[in-house]
């Protein structure tokens, strides 16, 4: 039935058999950002499309790790000077060549662990980029649909997916086409891996913020900065990570 309830009751299944099925992948992708973190790096996230919305779920939020750093398309704008036309090309996340402006602006440091996110896991830009971790010896881990990623052709002139390239992939339970309630006739409405991927995040922060605190080490986490005492407590973990930590509005 397509309506409010219907997708909440389809919605339900789908988060618990991401919990279920995805703790040991959870516990392995914890594992490459908690060692990344104590050694001195940056967790960088990408995604493209409402594959931003995961990204943005890791980064510079109340209740979050502090060295965060969200790429996305928009820097090549914001801070690569390219011109805004750039961003009307509804295609622009096929392009494999931005991949390289866009870890040039980022400018990462050895230490650093990758997440990237893609429902499909096919596109040029999503799978240039973790080629390009890769190739630097950046942890990878990847968030996409499993079910969805196998029943499409690689866009990526090396046939690979994203899958291909992960040291961990995190499936987010979305399936093919990822809407989840289907048409009379064909077809299917309300999307999913926002809601998954918004839980996937959540979760692996708290494995994350747990290995720290087995280690007996305080995790660096973000106050809400609406609470007295946020800012100063925010700025100065941020201070920690000068100039590779970019904030925007």
Do not use: W
Not at 116 to 130: C, F, H, K, M, Y
Request: glycine content about 10%.
């Amino acid at each position: 039935m397509i309506s409010a309830q219907g997708y909440a009751d389809a919605v339900r299944p789908v988060l618990d058999r991401l919990v279920e099925r995805g703790a040991e992948s959870l516990g392995r992708a914890a594992d490459l950002i908690a060692a990344s973190l104590r050694d001195g790096g940056v967790l960088q996230t990408f995604g493209a499309g409402h594959s931003e919305a995961f990204a943005a779920e890791l980064v510079a939020r109340a209740g979050g790790l502090v060295p965060t750093n969200r790429i996305s398309l928009h820097d090549l704008v914001l801070h690569g000077g390219a011109s805004h036309q750039v961003l009307a090309d509804p295609k622009l996340e096929r392009d494999p060549a931005v991949a390289h402006q866009l870890y040039a602006i980022a400018a990462p440091q050895p230490q650093d662990v990758f997440v990237v996110a893609s429902q499909s896991g096919i596109n040029g830009s999503v799978v240039e980029l973790a080629l390009l971790a890769t190739e630097r010896g950046h942890p990878l881990i990847a968030v996409t649909s499993v079910e969805h990623t196998g029943r499409v052709a690689p866009r990526h002139p090396s046939g690979r997916r994203l899958v291909d390239l992960a040291d961990v992939v995190l499936d987010n339970g979305a399936p093919y086409g990822d809407a989840l309630l289907p048409l009379e006739g064909g077809g299917a409405v309300c999307a999913v891996s926002s809601v998954t991927s918004a839980l996937l995040a959540q979760l692996l922060t708290a494995e994350v913020v747990r290995r720290f605190h087995q280690a007996g080490e305080a995790p660096p986490i973000y106050l809400s900065a609406n609470v007295p005492g946020g800012d100063e407590h925010n700025l100065a973990l941020e201070s920690r990570y000068a100039g590779r930590l970019r904030r925007t509005a």
